[in-house]
């Protein structure tokens, strides 16, 4: 199993630039999201999905949007980035339901916004 | 509002010296409090699942224990290779909310 694989692992954007972080996960896990990580403030919830079809938001939503057609894929899109988005983005996933259990994440993507 | 603060923020060990880090949280309805371990330019790895007070789980050099106010991560006479940066996180319903972290720094 690859576990939890992201892409691009680095990324730089100029103010208003759009573009989308790709997650996917091949443990067949229900539940996917997505965090931020900003020095001194820990990981910060973006948006989670519980399953293909159901997303919802967590703590720092705004500027960001998400979809959930498949079970493996959880992409992470920015439609206009700005500096403040600037951080490191982190995709997890975690088999969810009624047994909830750890998360796995994956190895990050590094954006700088300019 | 949820929030999990942990302490110290950063801790210099030297190998063999044994010490304990605290994560404290406030949650309205506690689902889990995990543990994970996080290297350099990597993502978290998991540790340990704690569910109730009183629970105590073990691995390797660790030790995680939880009561209904927090919970401590004991080291028992640590290794260089045990120097990472440690989150707690809590899990109130869908949410997840993680502390800050603690760097430890272990010298041979």
């Known amino acids: 199993n690859a576990g939890v694989t992201q892409t691009p692992k680095f990324q730089v954007l100029k103010t208003g630039q759009s573009m989308t972080l790709q997650c996917a996960q091949d443990m067949n896990h229900e539940y996917m999201s997505w965090y931020r990580q900003d020095p001194g403030m820990g990981l910060r919830l973006i948006h989670y999905?519980?399953?293909?079809?159901?997303?919802d938001q967590g703590e720092v939503p705004n500027g960001y949007n998400v979809s959930r057609s498949t079970t493996e894929d959880f992409p992470l899109r920015l439609l206009s980035a700005a500096p403040s988005q600037t951080s490191v983005y982190f995709c997890?996933?975690?088999?969810?339901?009624?047994?909830?259990?750890?998360?796995?994440f994956g190895p990050g993507t590094r954006l700088t916004v300019t | 509002e949820d929030q999990v603060t942990q302490s110290p923020e950063a801790l210099r060990l030297q190998e063999g010296e044994s010490s304990s880090l605290n994560c404290s949280y406030t949650?309205?309805?506690?689902?889990?409090l995990f543990w994970y371990r996080q290297d350099p330019g990597k993502g978290p790895e998991f540790l340990f699942t704690?569910?109730?007070a009183g629970e105590e789980k073990e691995k390797e050099r660790l030790k995680a224990t939880l009561t209904k106010k927090e919970s401590f991560l004991h080291i028992t006479a640590p290794k260089p290779e045990d120097s990472a940066t440690y989150l707690c996180?809590?899990?109130?319903?869908?949410?997840?909310?993680f502390g800050p972290g603690t760097r430890l720094s272990v010298l041979p």
């Open positions: 999905s519980v399953g293909a079809g159901i997303t």
């Open positions: 996180a809590v899990q109130d319903g869908q949410n997840f909310v």
């Open positions: 949650v309205s309805g506690l689902r889990g």
């Open positions: 704690l569910y109730s």
């Open positions: 997890a996933s975690s088999r969810g339901g009624l047994a909830w259990t750890e998360q796995y």
